[in-house]
C-alpha cells in the first residue's frame, strides 16, 4: 500500500467515528508514520503538544489487508478521544460501537494471525502444555519462560518449557 493511500484509510477511519457519533480529536495529523523498526506492535497513537500522530507498523502496510489496516488505524483513532489513553471502559464502548458500526474486530491486543500476516520473528522457546499439548511460541525470556510452574494453560495443564530446536525440555520441565 502506498502511503497516499494509508492516509486515504486513516481519513476514512476519523470519518467512521465521528459518523457515529465518537468525538476523536481533530488535532490528528493526515499523515500516518510508518515504523520499520516494530516487530510486535503494529500501531501506536503519539501525543505531543496537542497533537496526534498514527504509526503503524511497515509490515502491517506492506503485508495486511486493506481491513485489517482499517481496523489498526480505528484503533489507534479512538486513543484521540479524551479520556482515551488506555484502554479503559470508556475507550472499550467506543470500540464497541466501531465494531457493531463497521464489523471491526477492534480489541485491547491483536496479533499476526488475526491480522492476516506473517510471523517472522525467530521463535526462541516453546510453552508447552503437559495436558493438551498446545504449544506457545516465546522469541524473549520473560516469567512465564523462566518460571513456568506458575503458570497454567487454559484448559488447566501444566506449562513447561523447551528451547526452539530442541525437542529436550529445558531445566527438566514438562
Known amino acids: 500500500m502506498t502511503q497516499a493511500y494509508i492516509d486515504g484509510l486513516l481519513a476514512l477511519a476519523v470519518a467512521q467515528a ?3 457519533k465518537i468525538p476523536v480529536s481533530r488535532d490528528i495529523c493526515p499523515q500516518v508514520r510508518l515504523n520499520r523498526r516494530a516487530r510486535t506492535r503494529f500501531g501506536c497513537c ?5 497533537r496526534y500522530t498514527i504509526e503503524l507498523s511497515a509490515k502491517l ?3 495486511g489487508r486493506e481491513e485489517a489496516v482499517l481496523q489498526v488505524l480505528a484503533h489507534e483513532v479512538l486513543h484521540t478521544c479524551w479520556g482515551c489513553s488506555n ?3 470508556r475507550w472499550k464502548g467506543y470500540a464497541q460501537r466501531m465494531n457493531e458500526a463497521y464489523g471491526y474486530h477492534i480489541r485491547r491486543t491483536d496479533n499476526y494471525d488475526k491480522l492476516g500476516i506473517e510471523d517472522d520473528r525467530p521463535v526462541r ?5 503437559a495436558r493438551c499439548g498446545r504449544r506457545i ?4 525470556r520473560s516469567p512465564l519462560v523462566d518460571h513456568p510452574e506458575r ?3 487454559a484448559c488447566g495443564g501444566t506449562l513447561g518449557v523447551e528451547r526452539a530446536g ?6 527438566g520441565k514438562i
Open 61 to 63: 502496510a506492506e503485508e
Open 166 to 171: 530442541n525437542s529436550q525440555p529445558e531445566n
Open 18 to 20: 465521528r459518523a457515529v
Open 87 to 89: 484502554h479503559g471502559a
Open 46 to 50: 503519539i501525543r505531543r503538544e496537542g
Open 137 to 140: 511460541p516465546r522469541m524473549k
Open 125 to 129: 522457546y516453546w510453552v508447552v502444555c
Open 151 to 153: 503458570y497454567r494453560c
